[in-house]
């Protein structure tokens, strides 16, 4: 028995290293790529013809607000003094996005070490770099094969802060490769007087740029540890729950007891933040939580009224405390009077008088041709379905009479009335397991498209990924 | 006092719900009185919190069996309420990048996101996605056609089962369409059991539950059942 | 031991086995083919996909997503596909949830079509996320008279006030449409008898296979369109489906200067048989098309549908061969019984 044991961990144990091995080693599979960047906003004011809507006001046709840096109103109202703020942003990319991004890359490295043969005499440096990017860009295309799509840029921003100028006429002799002949190029521009700065070509996210060592650029786009350590937690705790399937085991039990801790803590977060803080909160201490919760809360005085619910969500609490745990029973009361009092006057208007008022129609129904004349097929196939409806309701509420015995007449109408239940219950059980299995066909989705990259349905990746799992 | 009070909260609350039904210059009572539920509602997952870690700090001071477990539920309640009440690692809202605490806690990107992302997720996802497996088995052992009735049950079952998928197209695509006989597709049987026979049942079942709830909630408002008060009278 | 003995005494685990293979194949087949089966929409389907249609652009609908992780694999390609309808038609649209997770239900559901499919929509003003509400029916009931009580602000903390879409909203009866997806309570059930009721609003339930046998009985009073389990949805995610195409197609051949009513003869048929639109082009009718136009018009005819508007559909699959396992199972097992039931009795 232990021997059979120690072979099937073994064997487990070898699997897993292999599904690792092979998970980190080439496209791999189950990683997660993000595209990393900031976001940075800067207050400004912006003149306002109307009255403001919001905003604090500064003085008459000004409202100061915050703008994202990038857009139009902070290029024209910003200023070196205006408050910025930044933080790191991450958006999530398709793994063929990175893949492209990687061939891209693959492909301008290639195109640099190729000869660059055009011949850059006595025209000026703006030129002489885009004859050079364009025939780079040519090169790098076809050394991508259609794959993906490289691109070339000149950062003139950099360049020009740092002095170069696109008028520097320059000489270069030709000959050698691209790399070579954009730092001749950048030479003859410094011999000329241009600058002393260093340039670079940094190559990253399928974009080769040309730009100044003091432009930092780092690739933005890559995996993101923290979301691929997620999905394979993820993966790990599915099959730890399917793994109760062959037998209780620790592993499940743990799945268990975090599912148990998670929720419960989710559940109360998220009723905090929507529920307590701009329900209850925001109607007491309206200034508070606009201040410094929720900003885009309206101006308001504090309702005190909602003095009550607070009270009543504070007994409910008494139930946790070792004394007074009745008074609990308040709010309990509470909960079980509107409960009682909304489904009363519901139930009988949407479910009681409705139904009733559904199944009473005639009999005979009569379905009409487009012509207007009467279809006499339909309308008795119609009236079939009408009269065996009612016949249906009728006997089935003729079952759940308790109160008279279920002989004679009524006992064969209740018969009538057990196997229209019973084709209900049929139908119940055929539509459940519908739903059972279109949930467990979205687990295998997950297991086989996310995590294994077996099948890819989204085209999130490329073809050649998409079969990387079969070793 | 124990009981009265919240008999008459019950009966007060009761009464103004159903009359603002009924009389238009009540309707804010009853408003208000639904708000103040959802308020309650809210602090009832508080409620549930606070209940699992009295059970387990419990069941960890007494060392009941299975107690390492209690504590991965306390380690991961703790460490999931941590990120989502301090808003850890949540940027602020971009209206308003000057309020740190203005952001959206399950905004892509947060820890609070990430627990829900790859914990949550998966973890009640596959516990729903196992009842697959065992109404399988359960299939293969417990449904039997011992009589008429049974047999009604299997029955529709397996015309629903067939007739909701492409399979039931494919065995009875040879009836014409237009033909008398074409009720008989199993598609078109299916619609047809669902709409007659199932609603027919379904509607009984739902004009008895009516009148149950109707009743139960009108004893509660009035008194008249205090089970929910728990113990004897 | 002969075969029925052993049949009987079969561990459960097989069938486990069993049941992981039936819906585990078919996944990858379809998922390696690309390959889905046919769909034949059912009249509720295609009820609820006219109630949106018959509105007008611009009209407000409620879109209630109270469902979670547990009940996506069923729900969540109704969300998406409600989502493109109402996208594809101008619908505004207004996302609340009474399911704590629903708000993630909305974030993901949004973000996969409107992110990327509609990137022109306008938060705030062609849709808008409230988020989630605690209190259950008492938030129905509550906002079928006013609004603004229960949701002060949207999900990203904006007040309702500041959000230009929210203007002349006060209660659930300024709403054209309420569209609900649900997996239990709160749910369809209650959306039916709290505002559909009362409200007589066109009310869209897509639900899980567990609720709809019981939510039939209201259609079609108080409810206009059902979608009951993965079959639901994959009838009007087809359904849908097929008109984005053909609005598609259609806005190709008004702006290649044809005029209706010749466009929508020709979008028609050209969704149901792309190559004709390759075909069409050479004839002497579409002498007035632009090249451009033309290669517009092919390339949109011809254009595979995006995966994330087959998933449904693709799910189909493993249904198909599930389904047939659980009959087969069910009818082994009644062989086992009544064949021990009958040796027992000759014995």
């Not at chain 1, 091995?21 to 109307?50: C, H, M, Q, T, W």
Request: hydrophobic fraction near 50%; aromatic fraction near 12%.
């Amino acid at each position: 028995m232990n021997r059979q044991k120690l072979t099937l961990l073994s064997i487990v144990g070898i699997f897993v290293i292999l599904l690792v091995v092979r998970a980190f080693s080439g496209n791999g599979f189950g990683r997660i790529y993000v595209e990393r960047g900031e976001a940075s906003f800067v207050k400004v004011e912006l003149p306002v013809l109307d009255a403001p809507a919001d905003g604090d006001v500064k003085s008459e046709g000004v409202r100061s607000t915050w703008v994202d840096a990038t857009s139009d109103e902070a290029v024209d109202f910003a200023g070196p003094e205006s408050p910025r703020v930044a933080w790191r942003s991450v958006t999530p990319v398709s793994p063929r996005v990175y893949f492209e991004a990687t061939i891209a890359d693959e492909a301008l490295q290639a195109a640099l070490s190729t000869p660059f043969d055009a011949t850059i005499n006595g025209t000026d440096l703006g030129t002489a770099l885009e004859t050079w990017r364009l025939a780079l860009l040519e090169k790098a295309n076809a050394e991508a094969a259609g794959r993906a799509e490289p691109t070339v840029e000149i950062n003139w921003t950099a360049l020009h802060a740092a002095g170069f100028k696109r008028k520097t006429a320059i000489t270069v002799n030709s000959g050698g490769d691209f790399e070579a002949s954009l730092g001749a190029m950048l030479d003859a521009a410094r011999a000329a007087g241009d600058s002393d700065a260093e340039t670079t070509m940094v190559v990253a996210d399928g974009k080769g740029t040309v730009t100044t060592t003091a432009d930092d650029l780092a690739p933005a786009i890559g995996l993101s540890w923290s979301r691929t350590i997620g999905l394979w937690l993820a993966v790990i705790f599915t099959l730890a729950i399917f793994s109760f399937l062959y037998k209780d085991n620790p592993l499940y039990k743990i799945a268990e007891s975090v599912v148990v801790g998670v929720s419960a803590a989710y559940w109360m977060v998220i009723s905090l933040w929507d529920m307590i803080v701009p329900n209850l909160l925001g109607q007491l201490f309206p200034d508070f939580v606009q201040g410094n919760l929720l900003p885009g809360l309206g101006d308001g005085d504090p309702n005190w009224a909602y003095l009550v619910p607070a009270i009543f969500g504070g007994l409910l609490l008494m139930r946790l405390a070792p004394k007074g745990q009745y008074l609990s029973l308040w709010t309990l009361a509470f909960i079980v009077g509107t409960t009682a009092a909304l489904r009363m006057v519901a139930y009988i208007e949407g479910d009681f008088l409705s139904q009733i008022n559904a199944t009473i129609a005639p009999l005979y129904q009569e379905v009409m041709n487009a012509d207007g004349t009467v279809n006499g097929y339909s309308s008795f196939w119609a009236s079939v379905r009408q009269i065996t409806l009612v016949i249906g309701v009728l006997s089935c509420l003729t079952y759940f009479f308790f109160s008279v015995e279920h002989k004679g007449v009524v006992g064969k109408v209740a018969r009538v009335g057990i196997w229209f239940l019973m084709i209900t219950f049929g139908a119940a059980f055929g539509f459940t397991v519908m739903g059972r299995i279109a949930l467990l066909a979205a687990r295998f989705e997950f297991l086989f498209d996310d995590w294994l990259w077996l099948i890819d349905p989204t085209n999130q990746r490329s073809v050649a990924a998409a079969v990387g799992c079969l070793f | 006092m124990k009981r009265i009070v919240p008999l008459w909260i019950t009966a007060i609350v009761g009464v103004v719900l159903i009359i603002s039904n009924f009389v238009p210059w009540t309707r804010s009572w009853g408003e208000e009185a639904t708000t103040w539920f959802g308020i309650i509602a809210a602090v009832a997952f508080v409620l549930g919190g606070g209940s699992l870690l009295k059970v387990h700090l419990k069941k960890i001071s007494d060392r009941n069996s299975g107690w390492a477990y209690s504590m991965i539920v306390l380690g991961t309640f703790a460490a999931t309420l941590a990120v989502g009440l301090f808003k850890i690692g949540v940027s602020p809202n971009p209206s308003f990048p000057d309020v740190p605490w203005s952001g959206d806690v399950q905004g892509q990107g947060t820890p609070f996101w990430w627990v829900y992302e790859y914990v949550f997720k998966p973890l009640t996802a596959t516990m729903f996605a196992m009842l697959a497996f065992y109404i399988a088995s359960a299939a293969f052992r417990a449904f039997r056609a011992k009589n008429f009735e049974a047999m009604l049950l299997l029955g529709t079952a397996f015309i629903i089962l067939l007739g909701r998928t492409f399979a039931g197209y494919f065995m009875t695509s040879w009836i014409p369409i237009d033909g008398p006989f074409s009720g008989l597709r199993l598609e078109e049987l299916s619609v047809y059991i669902m709409q007659v026979f199932n609603t027919a049942g379904n509607r009984a079942i739902i004009i008895g539950i009516a009148l149950g709830i109707a009743g139960t909630s009108l004893k509660i408002i009035m008194g008249l059942d205090r089970s929910y008060l728990g113990g004897g009278d | 031991m002969n075969l029925i003995d052993r049949m009987a005494s079969l561990d459960r685990r097989w069938i486990f086995l069993m049941m992981g293979l039936a819906v585990g194949i078919p996944i990858i087949v379809i998922g390696i083919t690309g390959k889905t089966l046919p769909e034949e929409p059912t009249p509720l389907a295609q009820a609820a996909f006219n109630v949106l249609d018959d509105l007008d652009p611009g009209s407000r609908i409620l879109m209630a997503w109270d469902f979670d992780p547990a009940s996506e694999g069923e729900l969540g390609p109704m969300a998406t596909s409600f989502i493109r309808q109402c996208a594809q038609k101008g619908h505004r649209m207004y996302f609340i949830a009474l399911w704590p997770v629903g708000a993630q239900m909305i974030r993901s559901s949004t973000s996969r079509v409107i992110g990327g499919y509609y990137p022109d929509l306008v938060y705030g003003k062609d849709w808008v996320d409230l988020g989630f509400k605690a209190g259950n029916e008492a938030v129905i009931k509550t906002i079928v008279t006013d609004f603004d009580q229960y949701f002060p602000t949207d999900a990203r903390g904006t007040s309702v006030d500041a959000i230009p879409m929210m203007e002349g909203i006060t209660s659930l009866a300024d709403f054209d449409a309420l569209v609900n997806a649900s997996a239990g309570y709160p749910g369809s059930k209650e959306w039916v008898l709290y505002a559909a009721t009362p409200l007589k609003k066109p009310l869209i339930i897509g639900c899980t296979g567990v609720q709809a046998p019981q939510m039939y009985p209201y259609v079609p009073n108080q409810v206009q369109g059902l979608l009951g389990a993965i079959k639901g949805a994959a009838e009007y995610e087809s359904i849908v489906n097929k008109w984005v195409r053909s609005e598609q197609l259609l806005d190709a051949l008004e702006l290649g200067g044809i005029t209706e009513p010749t466009s929508s003869e020709l979008a028609a048929r050209f969704t149901e048989n792309p190559a004709e639109a390759s075909t069409w082009t050479t004839e002497a009718a579409a002498a007035a098309m632009s090249p451009e136009a033309k290669t517009r018009l092919i390339e949109i005819a011809n254009a595979p549908i995006p995966g994330i508007f087959l998933e449904a559909q693709r799910r189909m699959g493993p249904q198909l061969v599930a389904h047939l396992l659980m009959i087969g199972l069910i009818i082994a097992g009644n062989v086992i019984f009544f064949a021990n039931r009958r040796r027992g009795v000759s014995q």
